[in-house]
């Protein structure tokens, strides 16, 4: 199995994309930089093959389906005009049977090690989406179950640091799942 992983909103680094820094904190952490820090710590973890994926979000179903990839993560972090807003959720496509399973693996995986609570189903964590709703482009146009892992509030201070200080233990959630996934 080959995991395709995505770093949410625009690599600004990267010719032809749009610098888009994604979610920004008060204190300046902006989403798409915490989320290639991440990726650097994931990828010595992984012990199955992956590959990037990154495009423009218009591009990036078209993209993952002619990647060879047979599922597709896109790493995120939540915002929300509350501070106080906080806990864990992944995204799928409603209807997908396999994106459902995976987001519920991954969801449970940051939340245990993590020590997160599971926002919108506290027994999943796991979140359906319908085509026109958040994160229904890429969700609904891959043709490999895809989800859009949301762990923890980047407008949140104290789950910001939290998962700063211990972005190698969220890292190890990730690879713990898929490095043993079996769809």
Known sequence: MTIGINIGHGDPFSPGLPPDPGA???????EHAYNTRLLHRLEPLLS???????APYTQLPALANAAGVD???????????NPTANGTE??????SVAGRALAMLLARSISASMRTR???DPETGSVPVEPTGRGGLLLF???MPTVIVEPFFI???????HFTDNQGDY????????NTLQL
Not at 171 to 178: M, N, R, S
């Open 90 to 95: 992944v995204l799928h496509a409603r209807g």
């Open 141 to 143: 146009k891959t043709e």
């Open 71 to 81: 599922v597709l993560i896109s790493l995120h972090c939540n915002s929300s005009s």
């Open 24 to 30: 920004v904190s008060a204190t300046g952490v902006q």
């Open 118 to 120: 599971l926002r919108h």
């Open 155 to 161: 407008s949140n201070p104290a789950e910001l640091k």
């Open 171 to 178: 890292a190890q959630a990730l690879a713990t799942v898929l």
């Open 48 to 54: 199955v093959p992956w590959r990037r994926i990154q």
